[in-house]
């Protein structure tokens, strides 16, 4: 009985690394971010991220595939991993570890699936879908990771709970703006409602950056209060995407619809470090 657990842990073990291998090599923020976590919670962070990528990867990537075949496959997987308590997937096992351990609700996970099967078949949004696209895209992934940020402290959860979610979708709308061009010249898809991208100007481009601007302000409320644990991690999260959101903003909208804007590795360091001494002496 020793050895077995000794196996399973070992098992559990392989999960785990593969979330953390995938998380530095498809996100260099994240990755960097999860690792100014405490280590207690790493793994249940790099669980999430394994999880929501591979799905992520499925509708946006797999074009020469059956992607629905693929979605419907890796959900089936997804829920018998969780009924089980066990995956042959790595990334799915150390997913279920993770609901398992914190308790995430098996409605966010349906949630978040929803929002990526949209992905198969809507090209453009108007408000209610969009709205509900980043709920299950974004807000929805901020809760689970919230689940382990607050370790079953439920008050927690509760009170940090919309705060959470605008900063989920804070991000989720700066990917929209970082990635607009890929989307819509590579995918066929329109994520900002009754917007017309063939007529991306300064004034439509304002009205976007100030609705991301105020879930970034109710966001960050949310952030000073995480627990210790938590906090400097996502500060850091939250710091990269200000950065990436500030050089968006200040880069011509014809510009925005020609390339992907990206922070250089170097200033994400320089950021860091002076993240790193803010957090260290309360100033955040």
């Known amino acids: 009985m020793k050895m077995e657990e000794n196996q399973k842990a070992l098992f559990d073990k392989v999960g785990f690394q593969c979330s953390r291998i995938t998380t530095q090599l498809y996100s260099t923020s994240f990755s960097w971010g999860i690792r100014c976590l405490d280590a207690s919670i790493r793994n249940g962070i790099y669980s999430i991220y394994g999880f929501v990528r591979y799905a992520d990867e499925i509708v946006d990537t797999f074009h020469r595939y059956n992607q629905k075949d693929l979605l419907n ?34 409605t966010l996970i349906d949630k978040f699936l929803q929002s990526m099967r949209m992905d198969l078949s809507m090209k453009a949004h108007d408000r209610h879908s969009y709205d509900d696209y980043i709920l299950g895209s974004a807000e929805v992934v901020g809760l689970m990771c919230l689940h382990v940020f607050c370790k079953g402290d439920i008050k927690k959860y509760e009170q940090l709970k919309p705060n959470a979610m605008k900063l989920g979708a804070a991000f989720q709308k700066i990917n929209f703006l970082r990635d607009i061009n890929d989307d819509y010249n590579g995918l066929g898809r329109s994520y900002f409602p009754d917007v017309d991208l063939k007529n991306f100007n300064e004034d439509v481009k304002e009205k976007i950056i100030r609705e991301i601007a105020d ?31 500030k050089k968006i903003k200040n880069t011509p909208s014809r510009l925005v619809m020609k390339e992907r804007i990206r922070i250089r590795n170097r200033y994400k360091m320089v950021l860091l470090i002076s993240s790193f001494f803010k957090y260290r002496f309360n100033l955040i």
């Not at 997913?95 to 609700?105: H, P, S």
């Not at 302000?217 to 000073?224: A, F, L, N, T």
């Open 215 to 245: 879930d970034f302000h109710e966001g960050y409320k949310g952030i000073v209060q995480l627990p210790t644990e938590a906090r400097f991690g996502v500060y850091i999260a939250y710091v990269y995407y200000l950065a990436l959101f």
């Open 73 to 106: 496959r890796f959900e089936h997987e997804t829920y018998l991993a969780l009924k089980d308590g066990i995956s042959l997937n790595p990334i799915l096992n150390s997913f279920q570890w993770a609901v398992r351990e914190y308790k995430i609700q098996l």
